[in-house]
């Protein structure tokens, strides 16, 4: 059983930065392979980014490519996504997700425990 707790929303003008923190429970957070992905309001939930057990592989959908950068801390069973330039379309609700398949996914379904999300909104 994992346990995952988003921090980091908040409110920023466009063009601007956030960091958010993905925080397990757990003593096998190692074994996860972590996303991240965001629901607007009315729209579908949609992946963002994900990162391997041990980091080695890592894909980025292509609207966040070089503006977000996921990172992981196994010591901490912390995994970060530090997002800049944000955009107001970038405006969603933020989940973190732990997947204990081998490999890596962009698939909601996928993946076994979700936090509760935080809310990022971007003004123009």
């Known amino acids: 059983q994992v346990q995952l707790v988003e921090s980091g929303g908040g409110l920023v003008q466009a063009g601007g930065s956030l960091r958010l923190s993905c925080a397990a429970s757990?003593?096998?957070?190692?074994?996860?392979?972590v996303g991240w992905f965001r629901q607007a309001p009315g729209k579908e939930r949609e992946f963002v980014v994900v990162?391997?057990?041990?980091?080695?592989?890592?894909y980025y959908a292509d609207f966040v490519k070089g503006r977000f950068t996921i990172s992981r801390d196994n010591a901490k069973n912390t995994v970060y996504l530090q997002m800049n330039s944000l955009k107001p379309e970038d405006t969603a609700v933020y989940y973190c997700?732990?997947?204990?398949?081998?490999?890596?996914?962009?698939?909601?379904?996928?993946?076994?425990?979700w936090g509760q999300g935080t809310q990022v909104t971007v003004s123009a």
């Open positions: 997700a732990a997947d204990r398949t081998p490999g890596t996914s962009r698939k909601a379904a996928r993946y076994d425990y």
């Open positions: 757990g003593r096998t957070f190692s074994s996860y392979a």
């Open positions: 990162t391997s057990r041990s980091a080695d592989n890592t």
